[in-house]
């Protein structure tokens, strides 16, 4: 089955830096790639998501790229606002089922 | 607004009971999941569901059951709770491909 590592585990940046958080994934049929933020207390929410046909996403502060070649994609964070504070969850599916299987969890400290 | 509810935010339950946690959803999702988080270990799939009656396990399916009688509707059964079960459990639902749609969790302690 499909295999995500994430990191870093835990990621503490200044006001206004750029954050970045890296996935791998191991199955070259997984061809969607969300990710989820969870703040303290809360559900995990769709932030972000892309397709194997597409090499870069981006919605205002965040992006989101892909190599296929390398299995690998990452979350792009700029301009960190203190309200970037979460856990981040990336995914990776394959197939038509599209059950995805999550990395570990990267939590996001932004400090004013 | 797609609404995933659980039955409880907050469950305390003893040893050897059996333990059942309820998730619903109002969108018409065909897919349905349960997961447990734990610290440093993400989301581990428990069980999934793609259909009324029909269910998959995922990767952690030991000493869990699942009921789904109608397509809004997904249980998760702890036959006989055990301490390491002590965990928060998450609800999600998604259409047959793409976005999932979590529940607020029920953190359940087992004492």
């Known amino acids: 089955g499909e295999n995500v590592e994430q990191h870093p585990s835990t990621l503490s940046v200044q006001e206004g830096d750029s954050a970045v958080i890296k996935c791998t994934y191991s199955d070259s049929a997984s061809n969607y790639f969300p990710w989820y933020k969870q703040e303290l207390g809360k559900r995990p929410q769709l932030i972000i998501d892309?397709?194997?046909?597409?090499g870069e996403k981006k919605d205002q502060r965040i992006a989101v790229t892909l190599n296929k070649t390398a299995k690998h994609f990452s979350l792009h964070i700029t301009e960190t606002q203190p309200e970037d504070s979460a856990v981040y969850f990336c995914a990776a599916s394959s197939g038509g089922s599209y059950i995805p299987t999550f990395g570990r969890g990267t939590s996001l400290i932004v400090h004013p | 607004d797609v609404k995933v509810t659980q039955s409880s935010r907050y469950l305390v339950k003893r040893t050897g009971e059996k333990v059942f946690l309820e998730c619903v959803q109002d969108?018409?999702?065909?897919?349905m999941f349960w997961y447990r988080q734990d610290p440093g270990l993400g989301l581990r799939l428990i069980y999934f569901?793609?259909?009324?009656?029909?269910?998959e396990k995922g990767d952690i399916p030991e000493g869990y059951s699942v009921s789904r009688e109608k397509k809004e509707r997904f249980s998760l059964i702890l036959e006989s709770a055990s301490t390491n079960q002590t965990s928060m459990y998450l609800c999600a639902s998604s259409l047959l491909r793409g976005e999932q749609y979590f529940g607020p969790g029920t953190r359940l302690t087992v004492t």
């Open positions: 569901s793609y259909d009324v009656k029909m269910k």
């Open positions: 969108m018409d999702h065909e897919n």
């Open positions: 892309i397709r194997s046909n597409v």
